[in-house]
């Protein structure tokens, strides 16, 4: 009788603290839908043509897709993954960042060099931002005042005021810069470099450069090495950097900025995304067709899923 | 046409001649990666020259020409790396490991090199097509046209354009010819080092 009470205070207990992982499949034109807490896959669902950045609204109510072929963002239900409507996003959306309130969203347009701001109750375009050439990474500051665009080709990271929508300041980092991620408190804002194979650490009070973190894995030869995605845990004391073709992603101390670690995930690691409760960190795997699960306490990966072709981005529904 | 052709030689040139903007022999989108490096594939014993000793060893050298050939499916590919992992210990895995990249990495490089000979061919097919267009131009502006040479070369004009195109539909799947080929690597060594104690 007694084990029969125990199964069943588990299962009880277990869904309350289960949350949908939602990752784009670029060349899938899907997107895979998991459980954070079985690990297994719930299903996988058209969401038209290569979807990439994905996120979702803070409530939890609303699925934000850059389906880039198709020039729009797509919005669906993330219960059902019925799509709701879609909004204006300006051409070839890559990558895009939602206000902490959950409006506006903000679109890097590549091939048009503007931020496109979208006001996602009304579905309308508020704003145009022109910015460098071929915008890309996206971030937001934890206060919601600051917007940060990078710039492919400018190699720019640019500083927006969300408040008149105008570019404040620019930072020259290493080439093709592809991700803007703040810490906690907003005092730190890491910007990885994709071929210069550094995060550039900017102080966003001064917009100076305080620190560039290299990478050196023994067995990788220095071309592989092309940081991506970063990741920040919510107390600032652990970043995470996805090296892309190194296979690998970077632990790092967020309080010296020293790499303590780097963790074999799967090939072609693009970007993650934690669980609320920072158990796990999702990384999608763009050619081995998964995603690796990291156990961010023990900084070790514990399993890895199969998912669509080429996953790209990863969200994780709040509590 | 004249404007549609133009516009597609532009265009496709342009994107033969540096996709990455790192590599102007490179036409992939993909970054050209040279060469592949064991770490990108495994966190294992770093192999040192016992380890590169013992990967010469016929038995080895043997499974891993096996585990290389993509025919065989990577289910078989797991149990045969299983049976051996039985009769084996990390350094022989290690070996193991080190035999299969010994064997796919030079594979991957004569790829890498054939996909720049094509790229190169693009750009020299491109610069062709667009001296044709001006000596149509020529052709075509001069006080008497030479209606036969006219047509002859518009004839060979869009014969070299239906070459170009067709070469540059086909350059997305050999531009991943080299990702299968990592694919394969990867996943041997996912189950080679599922054995490691």
Known sequence: MKPLIVIGLCLSVTPAFANRVFVSNEKGNDVTVLDSDTLEVIGTYPVGNRPRGITISPNGSELYVCVSDDDIVRVFDPQTMEELHTLPSG?????FVLHPSGNPLYVANEDDNLVTVVDTRTHQVLAEIPVGVEPEGMGVSPDGKVVINTSETTNM??????????????????????????NHDGSKLYVSSEI???????????????????????????????????????????????????????????????????LLVGQRVWQMAFTPDEKYLFTTNGNSNDVSVIDVEAAKVVKSVAVGQQPWGVVVAPD | ????????????????????????????????????????MWSGPIPDDRINQ??????????ADRLEQRRMPIETAESEIASF????????????????????????????RGIARYGRKQVQLARKIEERREAMARLEAAASPDFDAIDAEEEALDWDQRVFVERQKSLTYVCETPVILEQRAFALARAIASHLE
């Not at chain 1, 990271?157 to 703040?182: C, K, Q």
């Not at chain 1, 991506?228 to 892309?244: E, I, K, M, Y």
């Not at chain 2, 013992?54 to 499974?63: C, R, S, V």
């Open chain 2, 54 to 63: 013992l990967a010469q060893d016929d038995l080895i050298g043997n499974l």
């Open chain 2, 1 to 40: 046409m004249r404007t549609a052709l133009v516009i597609c030689v532009a265009l496709f040139a342009g994107q033969a001649m540096a996709a990455d903007g790192t590599d102007p022999d490179w036409p992939c989108i993909q970054r050209k990666q040279p060469h592949l490096s064991l770490g990108q």
């Open chain 1, 196 to 262: 210069g194979g550094t995060i550039s650490v900017i102080d966003p009070s001064t917009q100076q450069i305080s620190h560039k973190i290299e990478f050196e894995i023994p067995g990788v030869l220095p071309e592989a090495i092309q940081p991506v995605g970063v990741r920040v845990s919510s107390d600032g004391a652990r970043v995470f950097v996805a090296l892309g073709p190194a296979n690998r992603v970077a632990v790092i101390d967020g309080a010296t900025d020293e790499v303590q670690d780097y």
């Open chain 2, 85 to 112: 992992a039985d009769t084996s210990d990390n350094d022989g895995l290690t070996a193991l490991m080190v035999a299969v990249l010994e064997r796919i990495e030079p594979d991957r490089t004569a790829l890498i």
């Open chain 1, 157 to 182: 990271a640019h500083f927006i005021d969300t408040d008149t929508l105008e570019i404040f300041g620019n930072v020259l980092v290493d080439s093709r810069p592809r991700f803007a991620e703040y």
């Open chain 1, 91 to 95: 051409p070839d959306p890559e990558l």
